[in-house]
């Protein structure tokens, strides 16, 4: 608030009027030579070269300002002499105002004055300002920055920043001194390690390079190193002490020689964010307010923010997908039917390429139509001069009742190979390598009709002695023995292959094959002309037969229950041309044509079995009866025990419990009291009336008794 003269004496600009509100009784008059008056703070009328010459603005309220008994108070509304006076004398909490920014905590500290506590990474009075961020290796340039601690960080060392990066590995920060690096933090994986002293070590739980930032912390207290993640708790571990001291170096984002970088993964590729050392920040781009930092020596590469590489301009996207960038990565946008990160994968089956008695089966780059086939003719393949891959594998998928069949032949000058039957038995023949090499698969038969895969593959790639092996049915007999070269198999790019047959003109296997592949390319079945789209892939086999052959598509054997083979009602089932009859119970045989023996089914439980025409006939064991000698005879039934007796069942007799005072076979008998005896030797009893005789130790027995007692 100023107030200003008018008298003639005034050196500076002159106003007519005078800020005086209010008068008292008194009539003393303004001396002239007066001639500005400013209250609260000092307004720049008189052209100070700096702020800093004029003293801070005073804060806080006036009351009975007397200028020559004249009071002075402010005017209600504004003018061009006051600035930011208000009536009354509020002391209203400024925290309600909310005046801190970006999540920052308001703190009143007294009459109309307030702190923020701000959250990272945002400093400044109202937590208005946020740490710039530093960008390491855009465009994939070698980036890093070295600091230099200018104090001695006592017992308890914090590092900790924000971090943000797509880049699994990389180094983030060094501690080093004359003698060695200390303190080592770097990216594998995805997660953070911590490393001290050259031998304990920290690992984080969680993945961070997901593009988003995450605040990192370390904390070495004496002799404990923990690790936190967003103030998640990742694990603590036992440290020898370590102590940073003035002079010591901060390496950040990589070190100055690169193949020191190498070892922990490279150079740091991503942006770091309000990067601290205890209480110090170490900032490439220092903010407006004065913060406690440490000086950046040198850095190489590290740029102001945090943009992001353009991966859509190298164009990642395949089959006309749609890049859109996304920070330090890209999202392709991808055409119908196709999918994958950059749309390399075509979904050939959605197009319906094949025809529909097949099915579709999709690859990165192609698409097969898997089916099965009746054989007749042999077919006759060949490479499309384009196969680079090794061929290191055949294999066979198959169904026939012959004991000697051809699946597959080739032969180019030297080099012969032959997959048959021989005797029902597997055998592989391959000819023309560093010695001939027959083998014979001797597990089982495989000519009754069932489907069989036989492959032939390299297992272990080593070029000295690679392992082979020849399964049937995923039964395994390796034949590293016979030293077979990995390129064995590599003649057939270029040789005549023919499929179910010696050549074209040949004898053709009886049977069925379901999909044939060699080098895990299919030998196809149909004509390229029979698809709806041709195949894609660039490395094929392709069918050069006549189409004057036509495939029969399925399988299925002769009809052999045309007419039933099967006797006496039996019923006929086709297995592959074999038929097999169910016949009814009275009737065996392969025909039904043998009438049943009733007693192979063993129906006498407990007795002997005697077969009859269309019957049979149970001879039970004792004790047991019923048409199959199920039934327990009782031979308590109709028994004669007398007097309230119990029956005591027997196998094939019984005997009576007689109640007390009775007895006899059927208790029929009063039973006759016991006489009790001294003897000379022991106590004994006299039975059935018997009485003591006291010469021999025995008794005188009644008439119709006799024994010793």
């Given at each position: 608030m100023q107030l200003v003269c008018s008298?003639?004496?005034?050196?500076?600009?002159?106003?007519?009027?005078?800020?005086?509100?209010?008068?008292?009784?008194?009539?003393?008059?303004?001396?002239?030579?007066?001639?500005?008056l400013t209250i609260g703070a000092v307004r720049d009328i008189w052209g100070s070269n700096s702020e800093s010459e004029l003293p801070v603005a005073f804060l806080g309220c006036f009351r009975d300002v007397f200028l020559n008994s004249r009071l002075l108070v402010p005017t209600?509304?504004?003018?061009?002499?006051?600035?930011?006076?208000?009536?009354?004398?509020?002391?209203?909490?400024?925290?309600?105002?909310?005046?801190?920014?970006?999540?920052?905590?308001?703190?009143?500290?007294?009459?109309?004055?307030?702190?923020?506590?701000?959250?990272?990474?945002?400093?400044?009075?109202?937590?208005?300002?946020?740490?710039?961020?530093?960008?390491?290796?855009?465009?994939?340039?070698?980036?890093?920055?070295?600091f230099l601690l200018e104090d001695d960080l006592g017992d308890t060392l914090t590092v900790s920043m924000f971090v943000r990066t797509r880049q699994t590995s990389g180094l983030l920060l060094i501690l080093a001194n004359s003698t060695s690096q200390y303190f080592r933090m770097w990216l594998d994986g995805g997660r953070v390690h911590v490393q001290i002293n050259n031998y304990e070590s920290l690992e984080g739980q969680s993945v961070i390079s997901d593009g988003h930032f995450h605040l990192l912390t370390i904390k070495l207290e004496r002799t404990t190193a923990s690790l936190f993640q967003s103030a998640h708790n990742q694990g603590s571990t036992a440290i020898r002490h370590i102590q940073a001291s003035e002079g010591d170096i901060v390496y950040v984002g990589g070190l100055t020689d690169p193949r020191a970088s190498a070892s922990f993964g490279g150079y740091f590729k991503g942006c770091v964010q309000d990067l601290r050392?205890?209480?110090?920040?170490?900032?490439?781009?220092?903010?407006?307010?004065q913060v406690e930092s440490y000086n950046l020596q040198q850095h190489n590469n590290v740029q102001q923010g945090c943009s992001s590489d353009n991966a859509c301009a190298v164009n990642p996207c395949f089959n006309s997908g749609v890049c859109y960038s996304m920070w330090d990565d890209f999202l392709c946008n991808c055409p119908p039917n196709t999918a994958g990160r950059r749309c390399e994968e075509v979904k050939w089956c959605e197009m319906s390429p094949c025809p529909s008695s097949t099915i579709c089966l999709s690859h990165s780059q192609g698409f097969d139509c898997e089916c099965q086939i009746k054989t007749g003719s042999p077919l006759h393949y060949r490479g499309n001069s384009n196969i680079k891959r090794i061929l290191n594998n055949v294999s066979i998928r198959f169904r026939t009742r012959q004991s000697v069949a051809t699946l597959l032949y080739t032969q180019m000058g030297s080099h012969t190979f032959t997959v048959s039957l021989l005797d029902s038995q597997m055998t592989v023949l391959l000819?023309?390598?560093?010695?001939?090499?027959?083998?014979?698969?001797?597990?089982?038969?495989?000519?009754?009709?069932?489907?069989?895969?036989?492959?032939?593959?390299?297992e272990t790639v080593i070029l000295q002695s690679p392992l082979w092996v020849l399964a049937l049915d995923g039964n395994k007999m390796p034949i590293e023995k016979f030293r077979i070269p990995p390129n064995a198999l590599d003649f057939l790019k270029d040789a005549d292959i023919f499929l179910g047959g010696m050549n074209a003109a040949g004898i053709s296997m009886s049977g069925?094959?379901?999909?044939?592949?060699?080098?895990?390319?299919?030998?196809?079945?149909?004509?390229?002309?029979?698809?709806?789209?041709?195949?894609?892939?660039?490395?094929?086999?392709?069918?050069?037969?006549?189409?004057?052959?036509?495939?029969?598509?399925?399988?299925?054997?002769?009809?052999?229950?045309?007419?039933?083979?099967?006797?006496?009602?039996?019923v006929c089932e086709d297995v592959f041309d074999l038929h097999h009859c169910t016949c009814s119970s009275e009737w065996t045989g392969l025909q039904c044509q043998e009438p049943t023996d009733r007693c192979l089914s063993n129906p006498c439980l407990f007795g002997n079995c005697t077969s009859l025409a269309g019957e049979y006939k149970c001879?039970?064991?004792?004790?047991?009866?019923?048409?199959?000698?199920?039934?327990?005879?009782?031979?308590?039934?109709?028994?004669?025990?007398?007097?309230?007796?119990?029956?005591?069942?027997?196998?094939?007799?019984?005997?009576?419990?007689?109640?007390?005072?009775?007895?006899?076979q059927y208790c029929e008998l009063p039973q006759l009291p016991v006489s009790a005896c001294i003897g000379s030797r022991w106590n004994y009893s006299c039975f059935h009336g018997g009485n003591c005789s006291k010469e021999d130790n025995t008794c005188l027995c009644l008439p119709g008794f006799t024994g010793q007692w």
């Open positions: 008298g003639p004496n005034c050196s500076r600009e002159t106003h007519p009027e005078l800020v005086v509100l209010e008068h008292t009784s008194a009539s003393t008059q303004l001396q002239p030579l007066l001639c500005s209600s509304g504004t003018n061009s002499f006051q600035t930011n006076v208000t009536l009354g004398c509020s002391n209203k909490d400024k925290c309600v105002e909310s005046p801190c920014q970006n999540r920052g905590r308001c703190k009143s500290q007294g009459w109309r004055s307030y702190i923020c506590e701000c959250q990272r990474p945002y400093e400044g009075t109202n937590c208005e300002q946020e740490y710039i961020t530093a960008r390491f290796g855009n465009k994939e340039q070698p980036s890093y920055g070295v050392v205890n209480s110090k920040r170490l900032q490439f781009y220092p903010i407006a307010t000819v023309g390598v560093d010695q001939n090499v027959s083998l014979v698969h001797s597990i089982g038969p495989v000519s009754d009709g069932l489907w069989h895969t036989v492959e032939l593959k390299m069925c094959l379901g999909p044939v592949e060699i080098g895990g390319l299919f030998l196809p079945f149909h004509m390229g002309t029979e698809l709806n789209i041709p195949r894609p892939q660039p490395e094929q086999f392709i069918r050069v037969d006549s189409d004057r052959v036509t495939l029969q598509y399925g399988c299925w054997g002769a009809r052999v229950c045309e007419p039933s083979p099967c006797q006496n009602s039996g001879d039970c064991e004792p004790g047991y009866r019923g048409g199959q000698c199920e039934l327990e005879v009782n031979t308590c039934e109709n028994n004669n025990c007398s007097n309230g007796a119990t029956c005591l069942k027997g196998l094939q007799r019984y005997a009576c419990l007689c109640p007390q005072n009775l007895t006899g």
